[in-house]
């Protein structure tokens, strides 16, 4: 069975950093997309950041420049690094593993498998 654990998350104060890691069990992330996602209190969840199986990484506009997704070594674990954090990346984050198209990779249904998520807050 897959499980998909994100770790990480925290209060952070404006213009900080975090990083982020997702682990999985039961799957190996190099034969799927991998992606983050955010929602935030009383918002639809939203798609941050995708790698692909092909190691090539997109980005929402909103966190362009200032995220930066990578692949751990042993294949079974992706990491997002937060820099220049706004209050407005303030949400529950959460890591999701797939095989979408191209043209879907920001869909959440595309996602077959999700972690629980954690949590971001951003203030000072």
């Known amino acids: 069975q897959v499980q998909l654990v994100e770790s990480g998350g925290g209060l952070v104060q404006p213009g900080g950093s975090l990083r982020l890691s997702c682990a999985a069990s039961?799957?190996?992330?190099?034969?799927?997309?991998v992606a983050w996602f955010r929602q935030a209190t009383g918002k639809e969840r939203e798609f941050v950041a995708t790698?692909?199986?092909?190691?090539?990484?997109y980005y929402a506009d909103s966190v362009k420049g200032r995220f930066t997704l990578s692949r751990g070594n042993d294949k079974n674990t992706v990491y997002l690094q937060m820099d220049s954090q706004k209050p407005e990346d303030a949400a529950v984050y959460y890591c999701?593993?797939?095989?979408?198209?191209?043209?879907?990779?920001?869909?959440?249904?595309?996602?077959?498998?999700w972690g629980e998520g954690t949590q971001v807050t951003v203030s000072s």
């Open positions: 039961g799957s190996s992330f190099s034969n799927y997309a």
């Open positions: 999701a593993e797939g095989r979408p198209v191209l043209s879907a990779m920001r869909d959440a249904k595309k996602y077959y498998y």
């Open positions: 790698v692909r199986q092909t190691n090539a990484a």
